[in-house]
């Protein structure tokens, strides 16, 4: 594997955390964010901020970042989750916007457009493909454990209780379900993933810059989940790894990359709505045939 591939596959490991938590509060609960992308950078500055200036160990700053960016989402949900459809996709998108100008403008805190340079937590004299090595084991391990995490919450009672909000919020408030509490719960979990997911980007990159995390890098998260799938853990990694993995294979069509990018998401959403995910589904479910028991009665006239 070269070292642009194993860096390139890290990424994708680093998006797939970040597209599962997506998958909580977009598949499970129905809400419509678009401010993933805010709270990976809420994650990767926290990272960059507590170990830097804090000099706080880097796991230690990564659990760290993700909590701060799980505290503000509940913070932020608790009003803006009342809101439904395009109000609230408006809402999480002026959210993100005020994040970006924050991180833009307070050069105090955090440097302003230069950004911040993250030291490698291990390997610091080693050359960069041993380092993404080492890396890729911890985030593919990260991975995994996220994806366990996100299928055991949705089987669940509170993950009934997020596909009862989705599927009716008023029948879900008549049967006892606190929707309110319920939706920020729900966005919370999907902003710890999101810091969780910027931290190792921080580490994996060692920097951190307001223009990495912009409105454009949700809309790529989003598009990632609902290329895969919405519904399901595997359609969220699925997405991840394709539109990861989608500049590398598509580099030959040069400047109508973004043409047939738009194309794809077009054919997905029509024709494929429930993702990659609903689609291998559809094909099991075609492919199995029944099992008919043929109980002969011999020598009966």
């Given at each position: 594997?070269?070292?642009?591939t194993?860096?390139?596959?890290?990424?994708v490991?680093?998006?797939?955390?970040?597209?599962i938590?997506l998958?909580?509060?977009?598949?499970?609960?129905?809400?419509?964010?678009l401010?993933?992308?805010?709270?990976?950078?809420?994650?990767?500055?926290?990272?960059?901020?507590?170990?830097?200036?804090?000099h706080w160990?880097a796991?230690?700053?990564v659990?760290?970042?993700?909590?701060?960016?799980a505290?503000?989402?509940?913070?932020?949900?608790?009003?803006?989750?009342?809101?439904r459809?395009?109000?609230?996709?408006?809402?999480?998108?002026?959210?993100?916007?005020?994040?970006?100008?924050?991180?833009?403008?307070w050069t105090?805190?955090?440097?302003?457009?230069?950004?911040v340079r993250?030291t490698?937590?291990f390997?610091?004299g080693?050359?960069?493909?041993?380092?993404?090595?080492?890396?890729?084991?911890?985030?593919a391990t990260l991975?995994?454990?996220?994806a366990?995490?996100?299928?055991?919450l949705g089987?669940?009672?509170?993950?009934?209780?997020?596909?009862a909000?989705?599927?009716?919020?008023?029948?879900?408030?008549?049967?006892g379900?606190?929707?309110?509490?319920?939706?920020?719960?729900?966005?919370a979990?999907?902003?710890?993933?999101?810091?969780?997911?910027?931290?190792l980007?921080?580490?994996l990159?060692?920097?951190?810059s307001p223009?990495?995390?912009?409105?454009d890098?949700?809309?790529?998260?989003l598009?990632m989940?609902?290329?895969?799938?919405?519904?399901?853990?595997?359609?969220?990694?699925?997405?991840?790894?394709?539109?990861?993995?989608l500049p590398?294979?598509l580099r030959?069509?040069?400047?109508y990359?973004?043409?047939?990018?738009?194309a794809l998401?077009?054919?997905?959403?029509?024709?494929?709505?429930?993702?990659?995910?609903?689609?291998?589904?559809?094909?099991?479910?075609k492919?199995?045939?029944?099992k008919?028991k043929?109980?002969g009665?011999?020598?009966v006239?």
């Amino acid at each position: 594997m070269s070292p642009y591939t194993l860096h390139l596959l890290n990424l994708v490991a680093v998006y797939a955390i970040a597209v599962i938590g997506l998958h909580i509060i977009v598949g499970l609960c129905g809400q419509f964010s678009l401010a993933q992308g805010a709270f990976f950078g809420i994650g990767a500055y926290g990272l960059a901020l507590l170990e830097t200036r804090a000099h706080w160990p880097a796991a230690v700053a990564v659990l760290g970042g993700a909590l701060l960016a799980a505290g503000l989402g509940a913070l932020v949900g608790i009003p803006i989750l009342r809101l439904r459809g395009h109000y609230l996709a408006m809402a999480t998108i002026g959210f993100g916007e005020i994040l970006y100008l924050t991180l833009l403008n307070w050069t105090a805190l955090t440097n302003g457009p230069d950004g911040v340079r993250i030291t490698r937590p291990f390997l610091a004299g080693a050359g960069s493909l041993v380092y993404d090595r080492a890396f890729f084991a911890v985030a593919a391990t990260l991975v995994v454990a996220t994806a366990l995490a996100a299928a055991l919450l949705g089987r669940s009672a509170f993950g009934r209780q997020l596909r009862a909000v989705r599927d009716n919020e008023l029948a879900a408030s008549t049967s006892g379900i606190a929707v309110t509490h319920v939706k920020v719960a729900a966005f919370a979990a999907a902003a710890f993933f999101a810091g969780l997911a910027g931290g190792l980007y921080g580490l994996l990159e060692t920097y951190v810059s307001p223009d990495t995390f912009t409105f454009d890098f949700s809309i790529v998260l989003l598009t990632m989940l609902l290329i895969g799938g919405r519904y399901s853990v595997g359609g969220a990694i699925a997405g991840a790894v394709v539109l990861g993995f989608l500049p590398e294979w598509l580099r030959f069509l040069k400047d109508y990359y973004m043409l047939f990018f738009g194309a794809l998401v077009v054919v997905s959403v029509t024709w494929m709505p429930s993702g990659i995910a609903g689609l291998v589904g559809k094909s099991k479910i075609k492919n199995q045939k029944p099992k008919i028991k043929n109980e002969g009665h011999e020598g009966v006239a």
